[in-house]
């Protein structure tokens, strides 16, 4: 079973920035493919990005905002969030999957979560 910790979400003004982290306990972590999806109330779950290796893909609203990054050494994953607004207010999730795909439902391992607030 992998276990997965997010960490590093609070509350920031707009067009600030946040950096969130997810730890995770396999240690075969580099072999898997890690996501970030976010949920905002009465909303589904949304596509963030994923990265395997150097191999990173990222949902469409990103527009060069959000970077995704892992360190396989630490089995370590962050995703960088700058010029924040209002709407990226959602909790975010880390998650792990041994393909790589965007879709939430191909993932098997998911964090509890981390509230990101931005304030307008």
């Known amino acids: 079973q992998v276990q997965l910790v997010e960490s590093g979400g609070g509350l920031v003004q707009a067009g600030g920035s946040l950096r969130i982290s997810c730890a995770s306990s396999e240690r075969a972590f580099s072999s898997y493919t890690m996501g970030w999806f976010r949920q905002a109330p009465g909303k589904d779950r949304e596509f963030v990005a994923n990265?395997?290796?150097?191999?990173?893909f990222y949902g469409a609203f990103m527009k060069g905002r959000f970077t995704i990054s892992r360190d396989d050494a630490k089995s370590m994953m962050y995703l960088q969030m700058n010029n924040l607004k209002p709407e990226d207010t959602a909790v975010y999730y880390c998650a792990a999957a041994r393909v790589v795909t965007a879709l939430p439902q191909d993932y098997d391992y998911w964090g509890q979560g981390t509230q990101v607030t931005v304030s307008s």
């Open positions: 990265i395997r290796g150097s191999y990173t």
